[in-house]
């Protein structure tokens, strides 16, 4: 089955997190195996999850009483990062598709109109 990259790119949450459905999982590894451009965003998207989990681990060894609070406020910013990316990306590929869309029904006016 092959995907899109924007399929794969809003399954990178669910794939590293190891939630995804085994055909899920074989999709985006392959896609991930062909594409530089999703791999580069996969590698960037483990490094950040790596950094917070650094981060929380240094933070919770100096205070463990803040634990609970600490995992809940970092996944609370790390959704709001991933909510505010793919929001930009639907927008993006939202105008892409309109501006298409007002190109080729111009062309076909212009078409006809020969």
Do not use: W
Request: glycine share 2%; charged share 35%; with cysteine.
């Amino acid at each position: 089955m092959e995907i899109t990259c924007d399929i794969v790119m809003d399954l990178v949450d669910v794939y590293t997190n190891d939630i995804a459905s085994e055909d899920t999982k074989n999709a985006v590894k392959e896609h991930l195996k062909t594409c530089t451009d999703c791999r580069r965003y996969y590698d960037g998207y483990k490094k950040s999850l790596e950094s917070e989990q650094k981060k929380k681990i240094i933070v919770t060894e100096k205070s463990p009483g803040l634990n609970e609070d600490i995992i809940s406020e970092s996944m609370s910013e790390l959704s709001k990062r991933l909510r505010t990316r793919r929001t930009i990306r639907n927008i993006t590929s939202g105008v892409a598709i309109a501006v298409s869309l007002a190109v080729l029904i111009k062309e076909f006016f212009e078409a006809d109109h020969d």
